[in-house]
């Protein structure tokens, strides 16, 4: 809703077996919608050509669905006329 994703990272340091140090940091994503994703496109020169569900796990690609939560967007650069 918000456009941003907060991820929080938890960093253990260690030397063999011994804790040297432990930080946390929350990083803010900005995250796009397909229509949000075309505009920037189009405006850096692109054409958007197609958009795929990318999962981890399978490692393939699918078509995006509602649910879809990590998008991989094929662009070529716009030809010059």
Known sequence: RTGRL????RFFV??????L???DEVHTVRTYAIG???GLLRRA???F????EV???EKRF???RKETFRVMVVARPRAQS
């Open 62 to 64: 699918r078509p995006i």
């Open 6 to 9: 907060p991820i929080e990272f």
């Open 21 to 23: 140090d432990r930080f």
């Open 14 to 19: 260690f030397k063999g077996t011994r804790l």
């Open 55 to 57: 999962t981890p796990k």
């Open 45 to 47: 020169g692109f054409d």
């Open 36 to 38: 949000e994703m075309r």
């Open 49 to 52: 050509l197609q958009a795929y």
